[in-house]
């Protein structure tokens, strides 16, 4: 089965600006009809939910370590999620996941707070690693 493939992370110094890609990989397929998920794991700490997203009803949830600082969209056209990250701290480096489940009612119904974690997905990237450095 299909999963997905992150791109776009870098070195960057504080204050500046980096922008995740992730796709599905082989063939392309429709996003909107899955839950996505951003994540980061920091050297020696667990995987932790940066921000997710359902659907234009759904809406989106952000971290309040990145709220204000990270945008996550999709362009079901190429079939691509990103998460934009601007304002880039030191405490922002780590591998970053792209994390996707097919979107359910439960999902939908359900807070952010407990479906943006790792156990809720199925579909997982490699990662990407992304270092902030002076």
């Known amino acids: 089965q299909e999963q997905l493939v992150e791109s776009g992370g870098d070195l960057a110094q504080p204050g500046g600006s980096l922008t995740l890609s992730c796709v599905p990989s082989g063939f392309p397929i429709d996003m909107t009809n899955y839950y996505i998920g951003w994540f980061r794991q920091a050297p020696g700490k667990e995987r932790e939910g940066i921000s997710c997203i359902s659907n234009d009803i759904g809406g989106t949830y952000y971290a309040d370590s990145v709220k204000g600082r990270f945008t996550i969209s999709r362009d079901s056209a190429k079939s691509a999620i990103y998460l934009a990250m601007n304002n880039l701290k030191l405490e922002d480096t780590g591998i970053y996941y792209c994390?996707?489940?097919?979107?359910?009612?439960?999902?939908?119904?359900?807070?952010?707070?407990?479906?943006?974690?790792?156990?809720?997905?199925?579909?997982w990237g490699q990662g990407t690693q992304v270092t902030i450095s002076a």
């Open positions: 994390a996707a489940r097919l979107l359910d009612l439960q999902t939908l119904i359900t807070s952010f707070e407990t479906t943006c974690v790792p156990s809720h997905f199925e579909f």
